[in-house]
């Protein structure tokens, strides 16, 4: 059997601390695409209005400010108005980057081997729901945006809990962890 060894109280709060940031994701995520949009808003207002009264830059980078700023306003308009289209990009792009955190996660199963065999199936299991959860809200969008957002927000949940399990407990008693 081989050795157990304690992590260091840095990585164990930084697990606990992804775990949190995970959380507040999975509970933000239907606020997100307004966020954005208003963000966009404003900063393309910034840009116009430094193209505007910026007579330190030149003519064609205070022409340059202003198209960008109108085009970032006008992207921040078309979020707000057709919000579940630009939920659907951007739950593709998660859904992505979500499938990923799966496959390393069922890689960390396969490969450490010095893990209990609870605590390397826990990780299999984690990853590969993870892995469907993504693929599902990828493959099935007919579904709905909401269900869709439900799918990647238990996703999240499930990966922050986890995460903060491995954190508080450390490596001895854990399940399973997404961090190594």
Do not use: C, N, W
């Amino acid at each position: 059997m081989a050795s157990r060894f304690e992590y260091p109280k840095y990585l164990r709060a930084l697990q606990i601390g992804i775990g949190i940031v995970t959380i507040a994701a999975a509970v933000l995520i239907f606020t997100v695409v307004s966020i954005l949009a208003i963000a966009l808003f404003i900063l393309g207002s910034g840009k116009i209005a430094i193209g505007v009264a910026g007579k330190y830059l030149s003519r064609s980078a205070r022409a340059v400010s202003v198209g960008l700023g109108i085009l970032a306003i006008s992207l921040g308009v078309l979020a707000l108005t057709y919000p579940l289209f630009t939920s659907a990009v951007i739950i593709s792009l998660v859904s992505f980057g979500l499938m990923f955190i799966g496959i390393t996660t069922i890689l960390h199963g396969v490969m450490h081997k010095s893990h209990s065999r609870l605590s390397r199936a826990f990780d299999l299991g984690m990853g590969a729901l993870t892995v469907v959860f993504s693929v599902m809200a990828i493959a099935i969008p007919s579904v709905g945006i909401l269900f869709l957002m439900v799918v990647l927000s238990t996703g999240f949940l499930i990966i922050g809990i986890e995460s903060i399990v491995a954190g508080v407990y450390g490596p001895r008693r854990r399940l399973g962890t997404i961090m190594p």
